[in-house]
């Protein structure tokens, strides 16, 4: 059955109107636009100030692990010196005739206000402990390159890099012939915060 209500010819309703759909294209404006690279930039300086952050604490770390390992190898370094004399001592039969502390407090001038030094390198290193020195910083440490790795090594050598470290020991007796408090220190360039220093006791097994 056709609809007999449908008509083909629209010009049977006047009072209709049929538009056709409109595409309204719309923007930012001015003030979205600002908010937005506002935004963008906030957003990259805090990434930039936390990397930035990270580093710094990266570095800062790397540096007290440095420090730590400087503040053993000088304690080890007084350590050997003490267990040759005593050896000697052993060997020679000299117990009590013979100062444990030799070269460390005596002619090492750990016992010195500005303490002393300890290069692991050199033949006098492994003998004797060498004062600092205020007026040359014999007591900074600087990388030798002339081995298949960097060491420090105490003072300056030709072609070697300032490490930035400065290196101190201080030995006490504290129980005459029996006892002695070693303190090491370590310090980094002129930053007073960086100060790092480990103390023990090292004794007279004779």
């Not at 083909?8 to 003030?31: D, I, M, Q, S, Y």
């Not at 935004?39 to 580093?55: D, E, N, R, W, Y």
């Not at 540096?63 to 000697?88: H, V, W, Y």
């Not at 300032?162 to 930053?191: H, L, M, P």
Request: aromatic content about 14%.
């Amino acid at each position: 059955m056709k609809n007999k209500y449908k008509y083909k010819n629209w010009n049977f309703f006047p009072n209709t109107r049929v538009e056709a759909p409109t595409l309204r294209t719309t923007g930012f404006t001015l003030v979205e636009s600002l908010v937005a690279v506002a935004i963008l930039l906030i957003a990259v300086t805090t990434m930039s100030t936390v990397a930035q952050s990270g580093l710094s604490s990266t570095s800062n770390v790397r540096s007290r692990i440095t420090a730590i390992f400087l503040a053993q190898e000088g304690l080890e370094g007084i350590k050997n010196i003490k267990d040759s004399n005593l050896l000697q001592i052993s060997q020679s039969e000299l117990v009590g005739d013979f100062n444990w502390l030799n070269n460390i407090t005596t002619g090492g001038k750990c016992d010195y206000p500005d303490g002393c030094g300890y290069d692991i390198v050199s033949s006098k290193g492994l003998s004797s402990a060498m004062k600092c020195d205020p007026d040359n910083n014999n007591c900074e440490l600087w990388f030798d390159t002339f081995y298949e790795y960097s060491v420090y090594r105490q003072g300056n050598f030709q072609g070697d890099e300032y490490s930035g470290f400065t290196r101190k020991i201080y030995v006490e007796e504290t129980v005459q012939n029996a006892e002695a408090r070693v303190r090491v220190v370590i310090t980094k360039g002129e930053d007073p915060k960086f100060h790092y220093e480990i103390v023990t006791f090292m004794y007279n097994w004779f």
